[in-house]
Structure formats: C-alpha cells, structure tokens
C-alpha cells in the first residue's frame, strides 16, 4: 500500500507586487497588484509504506511547502494527494492521527513546564490511552536516553535535547508515517548519529514510513533508500542514492603517492591518449581525474607500469559534491533531459 | 466532551507555569481592574455634570457597566488571544496547530487561556449587585437563571467578533491592526445606545453587536424606557449562537487559506 | 550616523503604506471613535449650552482634533518593546551600533508621520464637513499647535517606552500595557477635558505629564487657552519631554544590566 500518493500537486501563492519608492508605495495603498507565484508545479511522486525518503533541493525550492501540503498544513491549489488514505486538508482532524511531525527550527513543546507535561497534554490531544502512552514512553525513553530530562522545562534543555524530545513528541501515538523538516539542523555531530540510528531502528522495527527534508547530506547518506530532488517547484531526481552517484558523478579521482620526485609533464605523457586530467599535489603526489568513460584499470596500468607507487587511494565523488555540482549546474534543464534520455 | 477534557488539562499547564510566576499573577489582576476602574472614572465624572445620559440615571449606566464586566470578563479568560497574528500567523505557530489533531481555533484559545481576568467578572458582579440593592430593584431567583443565559449569550458575541476579526490575518498577509483598534468601539456598548444616531446604533446593534453585550441584556433588569431596549434582551443568546456560528464558519474559512511562515 | 536614523522614519513610513487591511481599519474606527464620543458628549450636553467652561461647539472641535492628534502620537512601541524583549531579538539590536531606543523613537516617528498625512489631514476634512467643527483662524495657532502636537507625539512615546521596557522586570507586562492604554486616553483628556475632572482628581493631573499629550494642546486649538499662555503650555511640555528622560535612562541602564547578568 502507498503510503503518501502525490499526483500533478500544486500550490501558487499570490505575492503582492511592490511599486518602487514613496510614489508606488502610495499606488499599493490604494490599488494593489498581485502576482502570482507556483511554489510547487505539479509534481507527482509515490511513496510505499516503510520507506525512507529523502527531500532534498535548496531553499525556496518547494521543499517546506510540499510538505506543509503533505501535513494538511496547506491547501494544495490543485492536484491530487492522499497520506495515508486520507486526502490531508479535507479530513484533517482525523488525518494528523496517523501522522507525526516534527519541524527542527521550530518547537512544539511548551516553553515553561516540564517535558513530562508536554507530553501528558500530547497524550490527551491525540486520545491515547494511558496503557499504551506508558509503553511507548518508556521505550521510547530508552532508546533516546532521556532519563532525567523529563521534568526539566524546554527552556533549560541544550538543543540536541529538545530535539530528542521533539522526535519523542511526536511518536507518542504511534504514528504511520513521521514528517521530519530539518530534523538534525543546528546539532553536532553526536546527536546527529543518535537520531539517524534511532530513525532507523525505528524504521525497520515498526515499519515506520519517513519523509525528512535536510541540506545535511549524510543524513541522507545515513538513512534514505530513495532521494526526490526538488529544483524551482519541480522534480528533478527521483531514485535511488547509489544511482544518483553514478549518474551525476563524473568520474573518480585517483591519488597516487610516487617513491621518488615526480614531474607532471611525466605523468602526462603516461597518460597520453586518454581523457584524464592530472593535478599534483605536491613533488611526490599526483591526483589523476578519470571521468567514466575512461577504464580505470587502463588508467592505472599505465601509470603503475611506468612510475615507482609508494601508495594509491581511489575517491568517489561525494554526495555533497554531486549535489552541489547539480544546483550550481542551473540544474534543472540539464537534469530533465538526464531523465529524459535515462 | 472531549474538549471539556482537553481544556482541563490546558489549565492545568497553564497553573504549572503560572506557579513559576506567581507575582504576575496578581500584577496582571491588579493591572485588570484597575483599568475596569479608570473606566468606571469616565462614568463617575461625567455624571458630575448631567443627572441623566439619554434618560438613564448614574446608578442605571453603572449598573450596566457592571454587567458588561462580567462577560467581558469572561471573554478574556477564554479569548484573549491578542497576538494572535504575531504569534500564530506570522511566526508561524499556526503550523503546529494544524498538524494536531483537534480543532485549531480551540487549540489555540486554550492555549492563551488567562484565568485571572475572570476577576474582573467577579468585581462587575458585586458592581452590579450594588446598584441593584440601591436602586431597590425587585428580585426573583430567575433572574439568576436568566443572568446566566444573558452572561453566555454576551461572551459568545464577543468570542465570535474576535474570533472573526483574528480570522482577518489569515486573508491579510501583513499585520491588520484591527484588534486593538477594535478595543475602542467595545466601549460603546456600554452606554446607553439611544444616544447615538440611527447609523452608529445600526452598527452597535447589528454590525458589530456590542450593545449585546452591554446595554441591551443589562436593561432587561431595569426599569423600562421609552425606547425599551430591554425587548431585545432576549435576543442576547440568540445573537451569541449567530455571532459566533459566523466568527466559527470565518475562521474556519480562513484556516484554508493559511499560508504558513516564512518560505 | 544622523541619516541612519532619518532611513528607520523612512522605512516605517514605508511600511505603513504596505499595511492596507491596517490603513483601511483605521480610517473606519477613527471615524467611529469620533462620531460615538460626539453623540455621547450631545447627551451629555442635553440642554445645557456650556458645561466646565466648553461650550458645545467648542466641545466638538475639541474632541475633532484631539481625537486627531491621537491618531498622529499613539503608537505601538510598548507593545513592539515588549515582544521583542520576550523573544529575546532585544540582545540582537543591542550590539548593533545604534541606540535601540532612538531607534523605536524615529520607528514611531514614521508612523504618526504616516498617520498625520493620510489619516489626520483627509480625516479632519471629512469631520470637518459631516460635525460643525470650528477650526482656529489665526495661522500662529495652527504653527503653535504643530509644535505642540510634536512634543504630545514625544511625551507619550516616551511613556510607551517606559511601559514597554517593564517587560525585562516581569514576565508578562500585558496587563500592564493596556492600563497604561486606557490612562493615557483618560488622562490626557481625549475621552474627556480635564475641567470636568472633579477637584482633586484635577489637582492631582496636574503634576501628571498625561494632560501635556493632548487637553493642553487641544485647548489651546479650540481657544480656550488664550494665544498669551500658549507658551506656558509648550514650557510645560518641554520640562515634561525632559524630565521622563531620566526615568527611561534609569530603566533602560538597570535592564541592561540585567540582560547581561541573566542573558534575557
């Protein structure tokens, strides 16, 4: 069964035009002029129950408000959508039952009481029964080690804390399906492995079908079986992360650690022939650029058979770079037609 | 029922943080009736000059004043969302509200709920009580009972006005201004609104009712006038049941047309 | 430095103009406010020609133009204040190389600049056209009033300050804020002239600075304060203006220091 079911979705907002200078401030004031804005333009994507996704693109891509849309936050200006079998907006009382959220740069905790209370109230807001809340507490407790944060108000809470709690908050009833907006944002680097473990031990206990945006690509890299790039309003990947890699990565780089001083011109010329780039780091080390079309072997058997190696190490373009190379790469037309010839 | 429960348990967090800051509680009750007082100046000096306002006497206008500090009161304690629109919309705590499974305008209401202005309906009552031992007043245990009616009545017309008025920022996208300005218009409901011409009545009576929540139920208790307002008293609770049906059906509206904060 | 502060007039004067749902309300509550208090005062009235040295005429233009000059000098600072020590954005402003407070000062500023010339201007020719308002014939008076309006618009900002700067002692000044709201509006003589106070209540205003925000001003507007004594008026708002210097400067050094000791 699907568990999020997405299709042409759209949302326009209607941005007031701002006249320039005193004079066209004067005209808004008495007739003012709209524009509209597509935010989201009809996209389509399916999600199964149990998977993990990841919602990547950079800001004002159309991230937060697919999902606000997703969340019943948002009513969607046209297309289709059904979470969880419900239609989010229409029957959003009972809907946001079966769903968890959590927003990282903002807080659903009460500010001033104990974390416990916070909960207590969550307990009767979304009717769960005492039994169960206890239950699900007290594992959930453990598995984020909250111990003694419990009866601390937010407000004396580090912020790694409060997001523990947050994630806590939001799984008290057991939800289906957990909305994550920016979950890590802001937390170092140990924290930021506990909740990545924590997600995905809870995904494959319970099933649990995860969305989460994030810019923090290890997240990613860490959790999701399946990337959706957003791009202008648009998708412009949606797969698999390994396929991501090979698709837009464009080669490999090879560093090679020489036993004696070594010459670039050298080195060129034992690579003469093929579509390499080479680039020394200093007298003794080389990097060597070798784009997929190029056999790697070939590459290195030519280098090892006429250069004395102390060392070799073999580096795959990163995530992060790949990304990076298709946001600056006015990505969208190049990536469409990727897709279209893929 | 439901939401019986959930109020209950909003209160009780609300009674958790106040015991944090017990000094502003009675700083924001003192501060609450003193403003009910500084009110009541207004009356007690312009009486000074004249006997009577539009044919009521000091003790009629102060009796009325009393009971309107009761469902004002009353209002304050469970509307007194008046940040509404810099908290909610554009701070964008709305977003958290909707992804909650209960309806956001009483999420939202009990989230600012402010007991100590129930105070205010306690003074306005011993006001009123005053006036009427004064005034010598004839009293029958129904009046109780119809106080009671009257009382709700008048709160929902006030809880619908606001709640229709907060209602505007979801359609605005910049701060509206229209609930603080509003606070001067509540005032004229508490007088005598014969005094007024045909339009301002119009409005007081029908527009924006606030004569329901002053002068009109209060007569009911008084002595009859020439124009006897006191025969649309009754009316009170079914103006309340109307405003705030139409205060709801806005909100609920305009709910749809949240934008959310920021991107 | 100077411009820096004449760019925040600008840009609340600006940012007015954005607000039209704001704008648009305003205009309808002023006109309200102005009518309702109108017909109360006519009640009042009833058959007596004058009442505490007004007469009815005089009474109208009274409560045209004060109610006019309100909408130039009342503004939001306190609230504005408040919030932004409540949300703690007050340490951000605070390492910015200006003075927070002049800031708010010149904010306000473009407000009731705002407010003077697309509220106060139109607003006066629509009353003066639907109540029979006298407006002052002499220009002295209309220049003598200009300035006087400054120093209301001064004098109530700086107890907007004020109030607003209590929100670093407690935690929720609300309460606070709206007494302060109803004082002013009954204090300085917009829901009522001080001669109608009683006595004491008269002796007391006084040595108050509310009367110097709108019944000093406006009375010499409608004439009842002779053009001879115009100047004691603006004396009296001056050493007003001045002396709240003091209690702000006080307030805000002691909220300061606590900021840094207790980080907000």
Request: net charge neutral; glycine share 8%; with cysteine.
């Amino acid at each position: 069964m699907l568990a999020i079911d997405v299709k042409d979705l759209r949302k326009d907002f209607r941005v007031q035009k701002n006249r320039e200078g005193l004079s066209g401030a004067l005209k808004d004031l008495f007739k003012r002029e709209y524009r509209e804005v597509r935010a989201v333009k009809d996209i389509s994507f399916q999600i199964p129950q149990g998977e993990i996704c990841g919602y990547i693109g950079e800001n004002g891509a159309g991230k937060s408000t697919t999902i606000k849309m997703l969340t019943g936050i948002l009513v969607p200006t046209a297309g289709s959508l059904k979470v969880n079998g419900y239609v989010p907006y229409k029957d959003r009382e009972k809907f946001v039952n079966g769903i968890g959220v959590v927003f990282g740069q903002r807080s659903q905790l009460w500010w001033d009481i104990g974390v416990i209370e916070s909960f207590q109230l969550l307990r009767k807001v979304y009717r769960v029964s005492e039994q169960d809340f206890k239950k699900r507490l007290d594992n959930l407790v453990e598995r984020l080690q909250l111990g003694d944060l419990l009866n601390r108000p937010v407000r004396k809470l580090s912020l790694g804390q409060r997001m523990r709690c947050e994630l806590v908050a939001s799984l008290l009833h057991n939800p289906s399906i957990l909305f994550l907006d920016e979950p890590t944002i802001g937390l170092d680097i140990v924290v930021k492995t506990e909740i990545r473990d924590f997600l995905m031990q809870m995904n494959k206990e319970e099933g649990t079908t995860i969305l989460l945006t994030t810019h923090d690509l290890q997240d990613i890299e860490a959790l999701c079986s399946r990337v959706i790039m957003l791009d202008d309003g648009q998708i412009i990947y949606d797969g698999g992360l390994d396929e991501l890699k090979t698709r837009w990565s464009k080669g490999r780089e090879i560093q090679f650690q020489f036993a004696a001083q070594m010459k670039l011109a050298r080195l060129q010329e034992l690579t003469q022939g093929l579509a390499v780039d080479w680039s020394m780091e200093n007298e003794v080390t080389a990097k060597l650029f070798v784009p997929h079309e190029v056999s790697v072997s070939e590459a290195m058997a030519r280098v090892v058979s006429g250069a004395d190696i102390r060392d070799i190490k073999i580096f795959e373009t990163n995530t992060d770079e790949i990304v990076r190379g298709i946001y600056q790469s006015g990505s969208a037309d190049i990536a469409k037609k990727e897709v279209a010839s893929s | 029922m439901r939401y019986a429960v959930l109020f209950w348990e909003y209160i009780k967090n609300y009674a958790k943080t106040r015991l944090t800051y017990r000094a502003d509680f009675w700083i924001e009750v003192a501060s609450d009736l003193l403003f009910q007082f500084v009110n009541l100046i207004f009356i007690l000096v312009v009486f000074q000059h004249t006997p009577s306002l539009g044919g009521w006497s000091e003790l009629e206008v102060v009796f009325v004043y009393g009971f309107f500090m009761i469902p004002y009161g009353l209002f304050s304690t469970f509307f007194g969302i008046w940040n509404f629109s810099e908290r909610y919309i554009v701070k964008g705590e709305m977003d958290r509200v909707l992804t909650r499974p209960a309806h956001s305008l009483f999420q939202v209401l009990f989230e600012n709920i402010d007991p100590p202005s129930m105070v205010g309906s306690i003074v306005g009552a011993g006001i009123m009580a005053y006036c009427w031992t004064q005034m010598g007043l004839p009293f029958h245990l129904t009046d109780l009972l119809l106080m009671l009616v009257l009382v709700v009545g008048a709160t929902l017309i006030y809880g619908g006005l606001y709640t229709a008025l907060n209602a505007v920022s979801f359609y605005s996208d910049a701060p509206t201004g229209i609930v603080p300005l509003m606070y001067n218009i509540q005032n004229y409901g508490r007088y005598p609104v014969n005094i007024y011409n045909k339009l301002i009545r119009f409005v007081l009576t029908w527009l924006l009712p606030f004569a329901f929540v002053g002068v009109i139920p209060a007569s009911y208790f008084l002595e009859k006038k020439s124009d006897d307002l006191s025969q649309l008293a009754l009316l009170t609770p079914v103006m309340g049941l109307i405003v705030f049906g139409l205060g709801l059906a806005f909100w609920n509206h305009g709910v749809k047309k949240y934008r959310g904060a920021g991107s | 430095m100077m411009s820096a502060y004449l760019d925040f007039i600008r840009i609340r004067f600006l940012m007015m103009l954005a607000y039209r749902v704001n704008y648009y309300s305003g205009i309808i509550i002023y006109a309200i406010n102005i009518g309702a208090y109108y017909f109360l005062w006519q009640a009042i009235y009833g058959e007596q020609e004058s009442l505490a040295g007004f007469t009815v005429p005089q009474m109208t233009t009274y409560i045209a133009v004060s109610w006019m000059a309100r909408a130039f000098y009342f503004n939001n600072l306190d609230r504005e204040i408040a919030n932004e020590i409540r949300d703690g954005s007050v340490a951000v402003q605070l390492i910015r190389p200006y003075n927070y407070l002049f800031v708010k000062m010149m904010q306000g500023f473009g407000e009731g600049l705002f407010r003077l010339l697309l509220f106060m201007v139109p607003g006066l020719l629509i009353v003066c056209l639907i109540f029979p308002v006298q407006l002052p014939a002499d220009p002295v008076v209309w220049l003598l009033y200009l300035v006087m309006l400054l120093f209301s618009f001064l004098i109530n900002s700086q107890i907007n300050i004020l109030t607003g700067l209590f929100a670093f002692f407690v935690e929720n000044n609300e309460g606070m804020m709206r007494m302060k709201r109803v004082m002013v509006d009954l204090f300085s003589g917009v829901v009522v002239p001080i001669a109608f106070f009683p006595g004491w209540l008269k002796s007391t205003m006084e040595w108050l600075p509310f009367q110097a925000i709108t019944y000093l001003p406006s009375s010499v507007f409608t004439g009842r304060t002779p053009l001879g004594e115009a100047g004691g008026v603006l004396g009296l708002q001056v050493f007003w203006f001045l002396l709240l210097l003091l209690p702000i400067w006080l307030t805000w050094r002691a909220a300061r220091k606590r900021l840094f000791v207790q980080g907000g």
